[in-house]
């Protein structure tokens, strides 16, 4: 064999190799923002669970603030139908509003704030929205890592080749920006 024939046939296998690396370190990326994900939604189910006991707590002191009540009922509905991440986004991000709603709701009512069941149900309510912020922001870093290493060269050839997309990261909703407001 010629040495011409060798050297071409060596860099064809480096450059191989090396797109091998550039697929497998993207598919790894795509994985951690999957379990990311995986992540933000256990601690949404674990608020969606929580939700039910909460309302039904200040149901018995705040009858005549239903409104509020069924908004929340409504939102936990959505995100229990939601199949995509953005529709899960978006009811998570409703419901963060309605539930800071029903907190002003509850500042109302010192009976209810003094209740056992309910300060136990806030405090597991709170733990989990940090939860949730959390997980949301190790989603948005492992999306950032895989949109950075998807749209840099020269992996970005790679993931064009292969049909890596970019992901979209968790983002509030333009509610959010507002505080809630409730009136009597």
Known sequence: MKKGTIWAIAVVAVLVLWGLGQ???????????NEAWGNVESVL??????????????????????????????LRSQWGEAKTPEEKMAAASGME???????????????LKANENFVRLQDELSGTENRINV????????????????????????ARLAGFETRKPFEAVEAAATAPTVQF
């Open 97 to 111: 509003s309605a539930l800071a709603r029903l907190m002003v709701v509850v500042e109302n009512y010192p009976e």
């Open 45 to 74: 189910q674990r608020r969606f669970d929580l939700i039910p006991n909460l309302v039904n707590t200040v149901k018995g002191y705040a009858a005549h603030e239903k409104g509020t009540l069924e908004e929340i009922t409504r």
């Open 135 to 158: 997980e949301r922001q190790r989603y948005n870093e492992s999306v950032k890592g895989y949109n950075t290493g998807i749209r840099k060269m020269p992996g970005a050839l790679i």
């Open 23 to 33: 697929y497998n370190g993207m598919v790894g990326k795509d994985e951690a923002c």
